[in-house]
Nanobody, 115 residues
Framework: VQLQACGGGLVQAGGSLRLSCTAS????????MGWYRQAPGKHREPVAG???????NYKDSVKGRFTISRDNAKNTVSLQMNSLKPEDTAVYYC??????????WGQGTLVTVSS
């Protein structure tokens, strides 16, 4: 499975960005996709995830601001980020988990929120 992420950039606080991640390869066994982020000097942390059935979970600090969605027909997972804060600044990574518990990562995309 290969994951290609895009959509990062520079935005002012209060602004919005949309990240997208497209999966290719052996996608039929993927049952979970999500987004992590890693801020400078910090560990990578989960941000949001979504199952094949559409069940979602979010990091507490992004609830109500971020929305994860999945288009199974396009093999894409997206993260709509609204009301961005400087503390959301990080490299964002998408990932995918298959039924054999193999975990795949896409390349990171940088999100910078200026105050």
């Amino acid at each position: 499975v290969q994951l290609q992420a895009c959509g990062g950039g520079l935005v002012q606080a209060g602004g919005s960005l949309r990240l997208s991640c497209t999966a290719s390869g052996n996608i039929f066994d993927i049952n979970f996709m999500g987004w992590y982020r890693q801020a400078p000097g910090k560990h990578r942390e989960p941000v949001a995830g979504i199952t094949n059935g559409g069940m979602t979970n979010y990091k507490d600090s992004v609830k109500g601001r971020f929305t994860i969605s999945r288009d199974n027909a396009k093999n894409t997972v997206s993260l709509q980020m609204n009301s961005l804060k400087p503390e959301d600044t990080a490299v964002y990574y998408c990932n995918a988990l298959d039924r054999q518990n193999n975990l795949y990562w896409g390349q990171g995309t940088l999100v910078t929120v200026s105050s």
